[in-house]
């Protein structure tokens, strides 16, 4: 049985899964699309690109991707902890998305701003492509799973060719909301206020499927691509504008 294509992704970091997040994306970007008449920027000339991996499909050319995600233990003569729960994509290699995404760890400690919205820049160089592979006919090459208990991921079925392997394991660290007094918040309606963050651990690397092999790929603390950081902020109700006194 083949590995679940993107729409039977498996769950994702926030308990929602991929099927849920990433189908809510794609209806409006290609109803917005449909709608337009024409597909975004980025796919055009997408589909001489996938035809491919959908004839490698077609044609039964597949192979199979192991994954293994594990943790250093305390002590070095220890076992490496198995990692659950970390999320894994495997989309079809493409040079441009692997230059955004360089672009993102390139300028990572730029400034504060590139730090705090690297998290959410790659997530958004990540569903525009998923978006641009749906729109040209590759939806079913976009592979979505989670490392079970043992911390391991196995793709049946992945025509073979080059591609990508995106995963991600979200450590949260909770905070303490601060108490605001009421003179902070007059004049202001909506305040965002955090209640922690967390450490998002990124893995990115190219990988080669072949026919009727196995490609095994290591996720560990030693290859991690880029650690980022997730801020969660919650909408605090200010106290609004001061009513004005009428004068008597």
Known sequence: MDSPPL??????????????????????????????????????????????????????????????????????????????????????????????LDDIKEH???????????SADIDAVRSVYESDLVWVGGGELVRGEVSNAQGLVQFVGVPAGEWVLLAWRE????????????????????????LGHSVVTYWWMRISVTSGDTTSVDLNDRNVWIAAVHEHLQMMQGSGNSPTRRRR
């Not at 991996?53 to 044609?59: F, M, S, T």
């Not at 293994?68 to 989309?91: F, K, N, W």
């Open 171 to 194: 450590e949260a660290r909770p905070g303490k909301a601060p108490k605001l007094r009421a003179q902070e918040t007059k004049g202001f309606r909506d305040i965002p206020v955090s």
């Open 7 to 100: 729409e039977d992704a498996a769950r994702v970091r926030d308990g929602m899964t991929v099927r849920a997040v990433t189908h809510a994306l794609l209806a409006t970007g290609v109803g917005l699309m449909a709608l337009m008449g024409a597909a975004s920027v980025g796919a055009d000339g997408m589909t001489d690109m996938v035809a491919p991996y959908l004839r490698a499909r077609d044609d039964r050319v597949v192979g199979e991707v192991v994954g293994r995600a594990s943790r250093d233990a305390a002590r070095p003569t220890a076992p490496p902890i198995p990692l659950e729960g970390v999320s894994v994509m495997l989309l079809p290699y493409s040079p441009s998305v692997e230059s955004e």
């Open 108 to 118: 990572l400690r730029d400034s504060l701003k590139h730090y705090m919205g690297a």
